[in-house]
């Protein structure tokens, strides 16, 4: 099983309104990502966990909050965000081998959101 | 941070072609490529990874190359079918490929295949 699932499919919020992402997997991945997708644009990186830590932030700003609450499980919390995060977000993981190079990212269905 | 490019950035072939995708990339101390489908509003299927070590992939009628030195990499798609459709992006590991490290995606080829 090579799934990676994610809720909702579609949210539709206001700039004021606070809302969460959720990403699971049950592949047993220590690794888990967040990309953010621009329509007409390739996915681009937010956030990285590895084994329940952040490990990688790409400068994203604060309205933007992950969490990784044990190792199946991804969140994003948005507060405040503005019309122009609309975008796709997507979920992935990966084993987190600690050798580099031999892993293959597995990437979720997306959410896409709408932020009015 | 790299830059990966694709060429072409879209390709129209009649149902049968076998066809080339291309992806560059501007460093060759590269850990792995990894070759995605994508279909319009969907996630990320992966298709290939081709580590460093290796010079080619194959699944199926897809097969995947590495060529380091030239700094690039070949998606070849065989007897193509409509179902093929979709866009096809290629990856690179962002940082040092050590585990858990972010990808950095080119821009897409969007390959149609018609009936």
């Known amino acids: 099983d090579t799934e990676v699932t994610q809720t909702p499919k579609h949210l539709v919020m206001g700039m004021t309104n606070k809302k969460s992402l959720k990403c699971e997997q049950h592949?047993?991945?220590?690794?888990m990502y967040w990309y953010k997708q621009k329509a007409k644009k390739p996915p681009e990186l937010m956030f990285v966990y590895s084994y329940e830590k952040l490990s990688i932030n790409e400068s994203v700003p604060s309205r933007f909050s992950p969490e990784c609450p044990n190792s199946s499980l991804l969140n994003l919390h948005l507060h405040a965000l503005q019309p122009e995060d609309s975008a796709l977000y997507l979920c992935?993981?990966?084993?987190?081998?600690?050798?580099?190079?031999?892993?293959?990212?597995?990437f979720g269905p997306g959410t896409r959101l709408l932020v009015l | 941070k790299q830059e990966v490019t694709q060429i072409p950035a879209a390709l129209s072939v009649p149902e049968g072609e076998n066809l080339v995708l291309n992806c560059s990339f501007t460093?060759?101390?590269?850990?792995?490529l990894q070759w995605f489908r994508q279909d319009p509003g969907k996630g990320l299927t992966s298709l290939l990874l081709i580590q460093s070590s290796q010079r080619e992939q194959t699944s199926g009628r897809l097969n995947a190359s590495l060529d380091k030195s030239s700094g690039r990499s070949t998606l070849y798609i065989a007897a193509s079918q409509p179902g093929d459709s979709a866009t096809y992006l290629c990856?690179?590991?962002?940082?040092?490929?050590?585990?858990?490290?972010?990808?950095?995606f080119g821009k897409g080829t969007h390959l149609i295949i018609q009936p």
């Open positions: 992935a993981s990966s084993q987190d081998l600690r050798v580099a190079g031999q892993e293959t990212q597995y």
């Open positions: 460093d060759s101390a590269i850990y792995n």
């Open positions: 990856a690179r590991l962002m940082y040092s490929g050590g585990g858990a490290d972010g990808l950095t």
């Open positions: 592949m047993g991945h220590r690794a």
